[in-house]
Nanobody
Framework: QVQLVESGGGLVQAGGSLRLSCAASGRTLSNYVMGWFRQAPGKEREFVAGISWSGGSTKYTDSVKGRFTISRDNAKNTVYLQMNSLKPEDTAAYYC??????????????WGQGTQVTVSS
């Protein structure tokens, strides 16, 4: 079982940037397709971005295209989410997880604690 720890969240003004990290232990991330998800208060968890095991393919939900970039460093066993031009509607707890495809299908059963991103207007 991969254990995942998200970090890098915080409070930022609209238009600002944050870089989230997802560190893994237990198994090497290079064996997995990885994704970022988010959950805003009162809403269901939604897929944000996915990346293939090699990093060569990525996919994003429409609302973050052109603003967010998912990447990975398999040597460091870490996945990143660079978030630019942040909007108040990006406010949510952000989670990473293993996924079956870069479209975000079948996330792993175990979720980390997440990292909170709050964007003020």
């Amino acid at each position: 079982q991969v254990q995942l720890v998200e970090s890098g969240g915080g409070l930022v003004q609209a238009g600002g940037s944050l870089r989230l990290s997802c560190a893994a232990s237990g198994r090497t991330l290079s064996n997995y397709v990885m994704g970022w998800f988010r959950q805003a208060p009162g809403k269901e968890r939604e897929f944000v971005a996915g990346i293939s095991w090699s990093g060569g393919s990525t996919k994003y939900t429409d609302s973050v295209k052109g603003r967010f970039t998912i990447s990975r460093d398999n040597a460091k066993n870490t996945v990143y989410l660079q978030m630019n031009s942040l909007k108040p509607e990006d406010t949510a707890a952000y989670y990473c997880n293993t996924i079956k495809s870069i479209a975000g299908s079948s996330p792993g059963r175990a979720w980390g604690q997440g990292t909170q991103v709050t964007v003020s207007s």
